[in-house]
């Protein structure tokens, strides 16, 4: 774990906007993060540093870290079924080099896109509260702010929708979340929307392989 933990702390110093890794903003992921230390000795437990590249064009926006998937390697979506169909997808669409082996150590790279969430931390049961969004909002303002190529956000789910119309003050009502919808913010900025590619969303086919990398085209037709 010791080798793994260097690479999580280059990602948490190469890129703007991460939490510290001893972040102690939020009561209740401290605590959860506290009980899970001594459930899971051997998994990094601490707020998820970004992924990605400084030159990032596209913004991949989650909800929050899996318990078993980046709380335990540390790394958005890697170790979970949501990082089987997210990288594989990257990949396939040229935001991703090399190969994705559900490991933080794998080599995978990202190519003119960034990785984060909206909540850095693990939350019980995978629920995010108000008051958590709301302490980790300047982390992702800071993220955008110091990134100025990016053109697009990929929001997955409505969590990290708003989590993005909040951090640029835009009027919730005024843009709803939809599959696959392109709103124009304020900014300049268009946010992308796409159902979260969990393994619920996918098993009961709410979200589809098909539907998913739809998503992925409009972005790259965007993009150029």
């Given at each position: 774990?010791?080798?793994?933990?260097?690479?999580?702390?280059?990602?948490?110093?190469?890129?703007?906007?991460?939490?510290?890794?001893?972040?102690?903003?939020?009561?209740?992921?401290v605590?959860?993060?506290?009980?899970?230390?001594?459930?899971?000795?051997?998994?990094?437990?601490?707020?998820?540093?970004?992924?990605g590249?400084?030159d990032?064009?596209?913004?991949?926006?989650?909800l929050?870290?899996?318990?078993?998937?980046?709380n335990?390697?540390?790394?958005?979506f890697t170790?979970?079924?949501?990082?089987?169909?997210?990288?594989?997808?990257?990949?396939?669409?040229?935001?991703a080099?090399?190969?994705?082996?559900?490991?933080?150590d794998d080599?995978?790279?990202?190519?003119?896109?960034?990785i984060?969430?909206a909540?850095r931390c693990?939350?019980?049961q995978?629920?995010?509260?108000?008051?958590e969004e709301?302490?980790?909002?300047?982390?992702l303002?800071?993220?955008?702010?110091?990134?100025?190529?990016i053109?697009?956000?990929?929001?997955?789910?409505g969590?990290?929708h708003?989590?993005?119309?909040?951090?640029?003050?835009?009027?919730k009502s005024?843009?709803?979340?939809?599959h696959?919808?392109?709103?124009?913010l304020?900014?300049?900025?268009?946010?992308?929307?796409?159902?979260?590619?969990?393994?619920?969303n996918?098993?009961?086919?709410?979200?589809t392989?098909?539907m998913f990398?739809?998503?992925?085209?409009?972005?790259?037709e965007?993009?150029?």
């Open positions: 774990m010791r080798e793994n933990i260097d690479i999580i702390e280059r990602h948490q110093k190469s890129l703007p906007g991460n939490a510290p890794l001893n972040c102690k903003m939020c009561p209740r992921l605590k959860f993060r506290n009980s899970n230390i001594e459930k899971f000795p051997e998994y990094f437990n601490g707020p998820v540093p970004a992924f590249t400084k990032a064009e596209l913004l991949i926006v989650g929050a870290p899996g318990l078993k998937g980046a335990r390697t540390g790394r958005p170790g979970d079924y949501a990082g089987d169909l997210l990288y594989p997808t990257l990949l396939k669409f040229g935001f080099k090399g190969e994705y082996g559900s490991r933080i080599g995978l790279s990202m190519h003119k896109a960034m984060t969430n909540v693990v939350p019980p995978n629920k995010t509260i108000g008051e709301t302490n980790c909002r300047p982390f303002i800071e993220q955008i702010e110091k990134t100025p190529s053109k697009i956000i990929l929001a997955l789910g969590v990290a708003n989590a993005v119309l909040s951090t640029y003050g835009e009027k005024a843009f709803k979340f939809a696959n919808q392109t709103h124009a304020s900014n300049g900025l268009k946010l992308i929307d796409s159902y979260h590619c969990s393994r619920y996918t098993n009961t086919g709410r979200l392989t098909e990398e739809d998503v992925f085209k409009n972005i790259q965007f993009l150029g």
